[in-house]
């Protein structure tokens, strides 16, 4: 279609009456920072439950035992009775690319206690250097230090300590059913203690060097029940499970790779649900706008109903003159759309770099058992910024579908009429 | 609109104007000039009765048919210009050429030199670049001059072409005019008041409430 003289006229319309066509654009362009800035929020919270959810201890993905969940019996160890080459395996989960550090680890339960006092634990068998690049449990010590491999030292919680009213350097008794059956028992002193902000980990786990669990509960240095591992991108777990499932393969061991998103589907839900609410943020957002585009275009087409009407006279389409129309709602969507991605880069970077801070209003607080931080943290996708703008014009042609219709509509004998 | 009834403003109008002639329709305010006019371009349809242009039955036509027919065959004159504001005076002048051109489906390669010739030809050659306020009224009803004979209309129409201009200006613009509609070949359908106006036309035809009363030759075209 040859460029008519109709996308002059419209572009030109937006310079006559210039502080409307401001005041309009500077509308959407709010619209526009509003959304990709909700929605970066929201994603920013979700990305914060994931990690968070997925770091404190789980990590991203892991492998067991086929049998080994949900009963967690201490002798379904990866590979059955006879175990597996653990330097292996981890070698070749680590070798995924999506994968950044992976770590064994072997679990028991028992009584800890000290003096009169007795409580529940889980005990976690770790390799302190390795469990470092997988989880942020050791990186969350309020005093001492991670246990020392070879020796008989202990990381507790928080809540544990103070229920066994014990510190650094204290000696706690483990009780734990072996997997021979029979009770294994020892002394350990506790080495440093954490605080991760969930209740349920700081009051009753705790950890130790993995040959120092294995020993306790008499299991052979090849026997573990896990191996966690952390992703470069938490949504990049799904595929490398795949990946991880294939290589591991042909050694037959019987074993399952597990992404987060199967072990914790709640968190994956949530996350689905979301970006379901991104779409009720454009919606609002864009509805509210899209009545008062419709006021500037009725105003704006209102005014030049006769300029119509000549358009219409001299042999102009009803159409031609709706797409006129269309064409400077179009091009006010197009200013609009670059003056709300020019404020919104800059918030969105510096809202991504430096989030805000909101622990003056609030505390930590735990959701879907993932610790979340009180910070206005914002991520942002292309999709979303793309989205959005396409919501942006969207928004700008719907509001002037009416008014072109109308504009399409005047009489051109009015014309004539001397006016 | 106004008003619910039906209003006849126009009856057993039974015109026929022959091609290359100048026509002038007069009569009182009221009398229904526009209204026929308005007809005769197809701005408007008749509640009864048929209107044919060039051959073409304006009756069976469509909206969109008529604003095309309009593109290619009809140039106006308005007794308010209304030249379009937001665009120059060559721009105002080009706007029939590029709608004739989408209208044909062939793409003008001259019509920049047709719009400035025109503007020449009405003595506005240093005003192109001009919007219309930056222009009188007499200078702007010459931009709407050259814009009426831009799509080389086989017929021109004018409502008061003078009806906003004093005297002499409108005396100018009358002579334009003519002397257009001469060296371009086109048919004239010229309202006005002004009977000195009208004498300049082969044919003078006069309403009267909504009737032809008067229908003389005045000369050969
Ligand atoms: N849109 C309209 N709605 C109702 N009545 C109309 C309309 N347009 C014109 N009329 C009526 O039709 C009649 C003829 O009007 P028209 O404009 O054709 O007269 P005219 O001869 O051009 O008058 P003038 O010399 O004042 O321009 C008038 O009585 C007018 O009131
Ligand atoms: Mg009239």
């Known amino acids: ?419 | 609109m106004s008003g619910g009834r039906p209003l006849t403003v126009l009856r057993d109008i039974n015109l026929e104007i022959e091609a290359r002639s100048a026509v002038a329709i007069v009569g009182p305010s009221g009398s229904g000039k526009t209204t026929l006019l308005a007809l005769l371009a197809g701005l408007d349809l008749p509640t009864a009765g048929s209107v044919t242009l060039d051959g073409q039955l304006l009756n069976d036509l469509t909206e969109d048919e008529r604003a095309t027919l309009r593109a290619e065959k009809v140039g106006f004159v308005f007794q308010s210009f209304q030249l379009i504001p937001t665009l120059t005076a060559l721009e105002n002048v080009l706007v029939p050429i590029e709608l004739q051109a989408r209208a044909a489906k062939h793409d003008g390669s001259e019509p920049e030199r047709r719009a400035r010739e025109l503007l020449a030809r009405v003595g506005l050659a240093d005003r192109e670049h001009h919007y219309p306020a930056q222009l009188s009224g007499g200078e702007q009803q010459r931009v709407g001059l050259a814009r009426a004979f831009a799509n080389r209309p086989k017929i021109l129409m004018a409502d008061e072409p003078t009806g906003n201009l004093d005297a002499d200006t409108g005396g100018t613009v009358i002579d334009l005019m003519v002397r257009l509609n001469q060296e371009e070949g086109t048919t004239l359908l010229l309202v006005t008041h002004d009977t000195q106006l009208a004498s300049k036309a082969h044919r003078i035809v006069r309403l009267s409430g909504g009737a032809v009363v008067e229908d003389r030759r005045v000369s050969a075209p």
Request: glycine share 10%.
């Open chain 1, 1 to 419: 279609m040859a460029p008519g003289p109709w996308w002059r006229i419209g572009w030109r319309n937006l310079g006559r009456n210039r502080r409307r066509t401001l005041i309009t654009a500077a509308g959407l362009a709010f619209g526009y920072l509003a959304v990709v800035l909700l929605v970066g929020w929201m994603e920013g919270l979700t990305a914060e439950m994931i990690e968070s959810g997925t770091s404190t201890l789980s990590g991203q993905l892991q492998v067991h035992d086929l049998d080994y969940r949900p009963e967690r019996k201490i002798y379904d160890t990866i590979g059955g009775r006879d175990g597996a080459d653990v330097d292996r395996l981890l070698g070749e989960v680590a070798a995924d690319p999506a994968i950044e550090a992976a770590a064994a680890r072997v679990f028991g339960g028992g009584l800890v206690s000290s003096g009169e006092a007795t409580t529940a634990g889980v005990l976690v068998g770790i390799d302190p250097a390795r469990e470092r690049r997988v989880s942020n449990l050791l990186r969350a010590l309020t005093a001492g230090q991670p246990p020392e491999p070879g020796t008989n030292e202990i990381l507790i919680g928080s809540e544990m300590a103070r229920q066994l009213d014990v510190d650094i350097g204290d000696e706690i008794i483990l009780v734990v059913p072996a997997a021979d059956g029979s009770m294994g028992n020892d002394l350990y002193t506790v080495s440093g203690i954490f605080r991760s902000g969930l209740a349920e980990l700081d009051a009753s786990y705790a950890m130790m060097p993995i040959e120092s669990l294995q020993t306790l509960v008499v299991l052979d240095p090849n026997r573990i029940h896990e191996i966690a591992a952390s992703t470069v991108d938490p949504w990049l777990a799904p595929e490398a499970a795949d990946r991880i499932r294939a290589r591991l393969e042909p050694l037959g061991l019987g074993i399952e790779v597990e992404p987060w998103t199967r072990l914790r589907p709640e968190m994956l839900d949530y996350a689905q649900l979301a970006q379901a609410w991104n779409w009720v943020i454009i919606v609002i957002v864009f509805g509210i706008a899209i009545f008062g585009v419709l006021n500037t275009m009725l105003m704006a087409t209102y005014e030049r109903r006769r300029e119509f009407a000549v358009m219409l006279a001299l042999g102009t389409s009803p159409l031609a003159v709706a797409r006129t129309v269309l064409a400077e709602a179009l091009s006010l969507g197009v200013l609009s759309l670059v003056a709300g991605a020019i404020i919104t880069f800059p918030v969105m970077i510096w809202f991504h770099n430096s989030p805000p801070d909101l622990s003056f209003l609030y505390g930590d607080y735990t959701f879907f058992g993932a610790l979340i931080r009180p910070r206005l943290r914002v991520e942002y996708s292309l999709e979303m910024w793309l989205l959005t703008g396409i919501a942006l014009l969207l928004t700008a042609i719907i509001a002037s579908l009416y008014p072109a219709i109308r504009s399409a509509r005047v009489p051109p004998a009015d014309t004539l009429s001397g006016l």
